[in-house]
């Protein structure tokens, strides 16, 4: 997070009042997301693990798989009730055949005994064929179960890092990953995150898409979720983190859900684009497509009606 006033760890007082939150407003729930940063890293880690299993069947755990042997065997012991998201989006998993080689040994070790997905994240500079010229070792990937697709999305009120002419293009990258992927790991489902649309693919593609029986694309679904922040506020993502979250310690789950169910209409009205509403995809058309992300909406609204962004 940008905003230095935000504790880098969550005290573990904090994760305590979050559990208690979730189980009230979320009886049912089976599991619980560690995020970062890098949760492997946090000074109380085991004991974060261990008091979340004792509330939860499944403890997530978001990581660039480079933690200690020591980290390493107490998540092992904790398997299969330990799963993880293995983000190979990062710069040392890209950049660092020595680390990269750790990181796979990593995947393949836990996907064995646990549930393992593994996540990338895309833009229009992405490079399909530099990037599986790095993956010289794919038995790492063999056992996974999905593999989570993510459009790198903008933060609210700066600049967006493409526009609409370069939809197409990652439409095209995703296309590739996926014929790649198939290659290594045919039982592998892709899930396509928030911030993709429809309109960046062509018709054949999204046939395509389903034969591969890609997860259906959300879209703009991320005021659907809650994350947590270390402080206790809640955010509907990390796009709109700055621009729009609530303290948990002040409102309940339910309100802030519902909070963020308002706001989500709010900025639907508030922030339509042109390009959206002329979209044959738009679900104000009997579409299924709600547009791109909520931080790439606000900054293009803004851009077109000559606002100043940083």
Known sequence: MADKSIPREMPFSNFRIAIGKIKRHHSNLKTIKL???EPTLHSEFEKIVNYALKYFTFVRIFTNGLFSTKTSSFMEQKTPRVTFMFNIATPTFLYNDKARKIIEEYIYKFSILTNVDISLTLDPSFDVNT?????TR???????SSMRLGVRNPEAKSKNLFGFKQFPIIGNKVISLIK????????????????FTKCMFTQNQWIFLKKMKCAKITSSGCLNNLDILTNLNVIPCYP????????LKRYSIKKIRANFIVRKYIYENEYSLNECKKCQ??????????????GFKMNSYFQNNNFKLE
């Open 240 to 247: 709109l983190s700055q621009e729009y979250n609530l303290d």
């Open 180 to 195: 790649n992927f198939k290659k290594i790991n045919n039982n592998l489902l892709f899930i396509l995150d928030c911030g």
């Open 35 to 37: 995020l970062g940063g």
């Open 138 to 144: 794919t038995k790492f990937l063999t056992k996974i």
């Open 131 to 135: 990037f599986f010229d790095k993956l």
């Open 281 to 294: 995809y738009n679900i104000s058309k009997k579409g299924t497509c709600l547009g791109p992300c909520y």
